[in-house]
């Protein structure tokens, strides 16, 4: 009985711990169960971030194995290369989607080996590289590339972006950036080798100065920038307050500044100076110009040379013996002298309103003189009938050329009046006219001698007459004989 009751217990203990195992292996089938579940969970979660990091993702991603070439890929890589499928992709070499030369001429072959020894040495590159499309297009790719190990494998990764735009766009910012480094450079070649002194300004302080202004004060470059306006351009503070207050307000408005202004050179001698002016933007100043100094002794030199020369020329017009005109070949006068008044009337107010042509006897004949004048360039001593205001007939010499001016062509005549000496001349025309007349009609001899200051005849003329009378020949009769002086005549 005894025997019994310790198989039972002994039983009861074994069931107990079978029971136990048993709970444990149900716990621990929960536990693998549970950890299953969880790994299952996790699988597709992994599924799900792989398939939107690598296969959705936007960017090209490329898995080769050196030995085999494309192992894999996602379609925005696909895409990229001009393809439809994946498989169209897989087993290719990269060298398949490669133009044949890359940017600095080496053959892709070439290049592409050394960015294999890159990567063994390193494990990571990243370069811009030509590749090609299915369809042969060329385009600018930026490449990513690293080695990474899978399984005891060497495996390469890469993304590929299409940069051709962004390079493009570069190349142009780097063309543009280029020539507007060249533009600045001839900016500063110009402003360095301006005929005028020139310099910049902000607040008051002295930024730039070409060697131009330099000379003209007397001073070095660094004299002058980052000087004060007022202490290092003008000769006093009342000075620049004086010029601050034309150009100031002109600049604030916008305007532009036009003055003259002298300035005080370092050996103390005055420089005479146009001064213009522009308002301009430099970041970081309140106010700031440009500003050009133009050397004006030398021009105002000459204007008071042209001055007297032009004064000296109307003094002598104006004292001319003879008139002087000058016009237009239209016949607009805007110059005419004293004489010019005298002769025809027209006084220098009335000068404007006074046509060339009001001076012709004829109006018509000024056109064929002017005619002759423009085939000809210039025409000398043309006898001319003109008329006063009056209506007193005037004959005269006219001379006229045509010259052209820095405003036009000009017409300048010389005009001198042979009114009084035509007719002296009509008169002894007209009485030798009549004397001839009157010696024909009067059948009379005519003996006609030359005495000289010792009282001998020196020469002797006669006519039919005379010498019919006396029986000689006339040709013997005007004849020197030995002696001669004052003219004598003897009618018989």
Known sequence: MERSHTTKAALEQELEQ????????????????????????????????????YQDSPVPIVIIDPAIGIVDCNMAAVRIYGFETRDQVLGRMPLDFSAPTQYDGTDTQTAGEEITRSIVEHGIANFLWRARRANGEIFDAEVNLMAFDCGGRILLRF?????????????????????????????????????????FTADGIILRVNRRLCQSLGLEPRDLVGQSVAQRLFRDEDSYKAFSAVAAPLLAQGQEVHIEWDFQRKDGAVFEAMVSGQGINI?????????????????????????????????I????????????????????????????????????????????RNPADRLAFMERLRREGAVKGYQADFVRTDGTPVTVLLSS????????????SWIYDITERQKAEQLVARSEERLALALRGANLGLYDCIINDQHEIVEVAVNDIWAEMLGYERDLQNSKPQHGGNTSVLNI
């Not at 790994?39 to 599924?47: F, I, M, N």
């Not at 030199?301 to 007297?308: A, H, N, S, V, W």
């Not at 045509?402 to 017409?411: E, K």
Request: with cysteine; net charge negative.
């Open 18 to 53: 079978l029971q136990q195992r048993c709970a444990d292996l149900q716990a621990e089938l929960a536990a693998k169960d549970s950890a299953m579940h969880e790994a299952q969970a996790t699988l597709e979660r992994s599924a799900a971030y792989n398939k939107r990091v």
């Open 401 to 412: 050329i045509l010259l052209d001016f820095s405003d036009g062509r000009y017409l300048v």
């Open 317 to 360: 017009l104006e004292n001319s013996p003879v008139g002087v005109i000058i016009g237009t070949e239209a016949g607009h006068i805007v110059f005419a002298n004293r004489q010019h008044e005298e002769m025809l009337g027209v006084p220098p107010d009335g000068l404007a309103t006074h046509h060339a042509s009001k001076s012709w």
């Open 283 to 315: 970041p970081g100043f309140e106010r700031s110009a440009v500003w050009v100094y133009e050397d004006v002794a030398e021009r105002k030199r000459l204007e008071r040379e042209r001055q007297e020369n032009e004064a000296r020329l109307r003094r």
């Open 159 to 199: 993304t590929v972006d299409d940069v051709s735009e962004k390079r493009r766009a570069r190349l142009e910012i780097e063309r543009q950036q280029a020539e507007i480094r060249k533009l600045l450079e001839e900016q500063q070649v110009i402003f360095d080798n301006a005929p005028n002194g020139m310099c």
